[in-house]
């Protein structure tokens, strides 16, 4: 099979470059190793959108990125129909020192463009935005249009928008090698799943930037992968906290935060470690009890560790500088790195048209710009969202959406349905799709009654249905019992 | 909008487990006309169904039963008593007026109730609650979870099993993975002695040489796809890890026994207020919540011991919601009710209306023997042992309790400590 572009990586970067490039006359794929889209770094992210407070006079693309991020997310979000909040952030300080610190990046901001940019000193203000933040806090800078969204969302509405464009995309593809054919002016990808061919390829694979780049001989990546450790808490919770409520860590950057999600519950973090590979999502004693907690207590008194219904870690990947790689790579020009971190999230729009507009033409002059490109993607129904009216009226047109197997967020089996539709394979597929089991009893309930739906839509055995793929089966395990108790 | 359709009752009653169930009949015998038990799984019992295992049934019906035995014979009952069930019908909302919206099949039943009685249960704390460091792989189930996949669904969860907790479910699914080939090796818990009723440990944990670890913790969950190693640490008293004390079980998966939440986000939304030692709705001696009308019982008010008195303690409940709904219900008391020395908590937290007698139940914080609980100055009840794994119930006449009008009583347990 032959492609003018494939694009390496299912996570958010990956389906932002894919639906893009689906505006123009060009036949792509996406390849993701995993057997769902946006499970790695998407994942972890802290959801938020930020402002672009970066000066960083070396990072010149990922300041730029992150300024236009903010300023492109609400109108995509409308489009793809993915969840987004503009709830605005305090950067709150304790004492005077963090005072100045936020003053400085009130100027800087004001300087780049940040316009609304503001200091709250008004005590009386200030606890009226937040009446339950702590009242140890002095003084708090003020960014109005700072935003939430769901990032495993964004991932899905680019992609079913680029499918609907004709992208295609192909899941437990892993790429294993690639290789140049001067001859054919291509590049021969070896996959699980065949040989491909593709004119351009783009590396958008995230924590295995580095690696799918030393593929073809490029060792310029230089990356680090950092564990996030964070915390959920319930959704009875949700009006605790109102803005990305954050504050400075020990280098005067922003650090620790609670903020409420597009969902309704609230997220806490933020415990830091280098780490060696994105599959080190382990949560610490260290990480969750005596940082995450200690810290959560300290901006939200009123929240009692016991309202925390799952903590967890995510791996997120950067280069080492800090900067954005977007660039053709000196080993072969048809290959581009595409490469953000930190705050990609924001950041993955505006990288991605700024790989379409401005460095694909250069070196694909004949790109053109189809006339039928459709912008617009519908998300499936979720009638936790949705007006009683209107939910009466789809369980006319189908009772399934009336059979509630998630019952901690309202989840309905018509729901599930559309979610394996719509490409979800797994149990993770089928929660970050629709929420089912992310609620307070974390799939207790609906755990059995997914799996089933799961072997039903995938006509599988139920023991061919995992959590998260490859040996992640949930029942009936092959193995044989030893008769040992196994006792150390 | 057509889909819409409307309903008035005289009672409603959201929840049909063996509370719902135990309720509806009680309100029909009371005289109720129109009686509707709503249930949002497809069968009726709640949890029963599940539970194939005996010892359910011995004080309800006066004979040993099985959980689908019992739910039978509840259902036959109820059949005759004239109640109507709407199942597969989730209640999504209750308004203080006693407004109930709920979906069902292919409509949106809108319900207006004279009272309403509260009977969701509760669910298992979830493992994300316990806050277990480690990985997030495939395998990790409550107990509960556990034993629907396994005796109703037909799977068996996994082959190498370590169950945290010792909670009454954690201990029956031991015997019953057991039973069923699987290899428990090891039941931990963090208190110094077990969490369920006493048959149990003898009967799941002892017949069946279950290694057991009390004052125990799982300090770390591991493994990429499949659980593949779980260590557990011994715990001092202020529940820190003590070093050294460590032991790695090559387990496949983890089972969470670790106590049961009363299921109360509907009474929430209504405006019923909780009480924070129970989690269940502060309630008077009639079960009435704070929103006049609305009554709940069953583990949606506190964690029974046994499913019997879950059935019980609702059908009292039923009586006097039905005496609200036929409109003959009036405060003439107030009483507060507290929980002192010894007493995890109490119900009901107050007495507001005089009737034959008041029934409390509560439960200890630590296993004491001879033990004396202590209903304010009024009453004392000796017993050889209590234990917190076995509710206390007491009735006592109203009478004692007419002088103390305006008051409060504090109820204690004094006793040795057993462990």
């Given at each position: 099979m032959k492609y003018d572009v494939i694009v390496a990586g299912g996570g958010l970067l990956g389906a932002a470059v894919a639906r893009e490039l689906a505006r123009y006359n060009i036949s792509i794929a996406v390849f993701e190793k995993n057997i769902e889209v946006g499970c790695e770094v998407t994942k972890g992210t802290h959801a938020i959108v930020h402002v672009g407070l970066s000066y960083n006079p070396k990072t010149p693309l990922k300041n730029r990125s992150e300024l236009l991020g903010s300023l492109m997310m609400e109108q995509l979000c409308k489009d793809l129909d993915v969840k987004y909040k503009k709830i605005g952030k305090l950067g709150v300080a304790f004492n005077d020192d963090q005072v100045k610190v936020f003053e400085k990046m009130v100027t800087n901001g004001k300087r780049f463009g940040v316009s609304d940019i503001q200091m709250i000193y008004d005590k009386g203000i200030l606890f009226e935005m937040e009446p339950n933040l702590s009242r140890d806090v002095i003084a708090a800078m003020y960014t109005p249009n700072t935003a939430i969204v769901s990032p495993w969302g964004l991932v899905y509405g680019l992609l079913e928008n680029a499918q609907a464009n004709g992208v295609e995309v192909f899941t437990e593809c892993e790429v294993q090698a690639i290789a140049w054919d001067k001859e054919a002016n291509c590049f021969n990808v070896e996959t699980p799943k065949g040989t491909f061919k593709a004119k351009y390829f783009v590396n958008a694979a995230g924590a295995y930037c580095d690696k799918v780049s030393q593929m073809i001989g490029d060792n310029s990546i230089n990356m680090k992968l950092v564990r996030q450790q964070k915390v959920i808490v319930d959704n009875n919770y949700r009006n605790i906290i109102k803005h990305v409520v954050r504050t400075l860590n020990a280098k005067n950057a922003m650090g620790d935060f609670v903020t409420p999600t597009v969902y309704g519950d609230l997220m806490a973090g933020v415990q830091l470690e280098l780490t060696s590979s994105v599959d080190n999502v382990e949560t610490t004693y260290e990480g969750i009890e005596e940082h995450v907690i200690q810290s959560m207590k300290k901006f939200v008194p009123c929240i009692p560790p016991a309202a925390i219904i799952r903590p967890f870690a995510g791996v997120i990947a950067q280069t080492v500088d800090g900067e954005f790689v977007v660039r053709p790579s000196h080993e072969n020009p048809h290959f581009i790195q595409c490469m953000v971190g930190g705050s990609g999230l924001g950041a993955a729009?505006?990288?991605?048209?700024?790989?379409?507009?401005?460095?694909?033409?250069?070196?694909?002059?004949?790109?053109?710009?189809?006339?039928?490109?459709?912008?617009?993607?519908?998300?499936?129904p979720h009638i936790h969202d949705m007006e009683e009216e209107d939910v009466a009226e789809l369980l006319g047109k189908d009772p399934r959406y009336g059979h509630i197997i998630c019952r901690c967020e309202t989840v309905s089996e018509g729901e599930i349905i559309e979610a394996i539709h719509r490409g979800a394979r797994t149990v993770d597929g089928v929660k970050f799709r629709t929420r089912a089991g992310m609620g307070r009893c974390q799939g207790g309930f609906c755990g059995p009654r997914v799996i089933s739906i799961l072997a039903r839509e995938l006509n599988i055995p139920h023991e061919k249905v995992t959590k998260k793929g490859g040996e992640s089966i949930m029942v009936n395990l092959s193995q044989k019992i030893c008769n040992d108790r196994g006792e150390a | 909008m057509t889909n819409i359709l409307k309903h008035e009752v005289d009672l409603a009653i959201i929840g049909g487990g063996p509370a719902g169930l135990g309720a509806a009949i009680s309100a029909k015998e009371a005289g109720v006309k129109n009686v509707l038990l709503i249930e949002r799984s497809e069968e009726l019992g709640g949890v029963l169904p599940q539970c194939i295992h005996n010892g359910f049934g011995l004080h309800f019906f006066k004979e040993e039963l099985t959980g689908p035995t019992y739910t039978y014979k509840m259902l036959k009952n109820a059949e005759k008593a004239g109640v109507?069930?709407?199942?597969?019908?989730?209640?999504?909302?209750?308004?203080?007026?006693?407004?109930?919206?709920a979906l069902s099949h292919n409509k949106l039943l809108e319900i207006h109730s004279k009272a309403t009685l509260l009977c969701?249960?509760?669910?298992?704390?979830?493992?994300?609650?316990?806050?277990?460091?480690?990985?997030?792989?495939?395998?990790?189930?409550?107990?509960?979870?556990?034993?629907?996949?396994m005796n109703i669904e037909g799977m068996l969860p996994g082959k190498r099993i370590v169950i945290l907790g010792s909670g009454d479910i954690g201990m029956i699914m031991a015997r019953r993975m057991t039973l069923e080939g699987a290899m428990v090796l090891a039941v931990v818990e963090l208190m110094p002695f077990i969490g369920g009723l006493i048959r149990n440990e003898i009967q799941c944990l002892r017949d069946f040489n279950i290694p057991t670890h009390v004052g125990h913790t799982i300090k770390e969950v591991n493994g990429t796809d499949r659980i593949e190693k779980i260590i557990i640490t011994a715990v001092d008293k202020n529940r820190h890890y003590i070093p050294g004390t460590e032991v790695e079980f090559d387990a496949d998966t983890l089972l969470i026994s670790a106590g049961l939440i009363p299921e109360n986000e509907l009474s929430k939304m209504a405006g019923v207020q909780l009480n924070p030692l129970t989690g269940g709705?502060?309630?008077?001696?009639?079960?009435?919540?704070?929103?006049?009308?609305?009554?709940?019982?069953?583990?949606?008010?506190?964690?029974?011991?046994?499913?019997?008195?879950?059935?019980?303690?609702?059908?009292?409940?039923?009586?006097?919601?039905?005496?609200?709904?036929?409109?003959?219900?009036?405060?003439?008391?107030?009483?507060?009710?507290?929980?002192?020395?010894?007493?995890?908590?109490?119900?009901?937290n107050s007495i507001t209306k005089k009737q034959e007698k008041v029934t409390f139940f509560m439960r200890v914080t630590w296993p004491l023997n001879n033990a004396t609980v202590h209903i304010g100055d009024l009453y004392k009840k000796e017993f050889i042992f209590a234990r917190p794994s076995e509710q206390i119930r007491i009735d006592l006449p109203i009478g004692m309790f007419m002088k103390l009008n305006h008051e409060e009583i504090v109820v204690s347990c004094y006793g040795e400590e057993a462990v």
């Open positions: 729009f505006p990288v991605a048209c700024y790989l379409t507009q401005d460095i694909m033409p250069q070196i694909m002059p004949d790109m053109t710009l189809r006339s039928d490109f459709n912008p617009l993607r519908k998300d499936m | 109507d069930f709407s199942t597969r019908t989730m209640v999504i909302r209750i308004d203080p007026n006693n407004t109930i919206i969701m249960g509760c669910r298992e704390r979830s493992f994300g609650a316990l806050r277990i460091p480690g990985t997030r792989p495939a395998g990790i189930y409550t107990a509960g979870t556990a034993q629907r996949l709705p502060i309630v008077d001696n009639l079960w009435q919540t704070n929103v006049p009308g609305i009554f709940a019982g069953g583990n949606v008010v506190h964690v029974h011991d046994l499913a019997d008195y879950a059935s019980e303690s609702a059908a009292l409940a039923a009586v006097n919601a039905a005496a609200y709904a036929k409109g003959t219900s009036s405060q003439d008391l107030d009483i507060k009710v507290k929980a002192g020395k010894n007493i995890r908590y109490i119900v009901p």
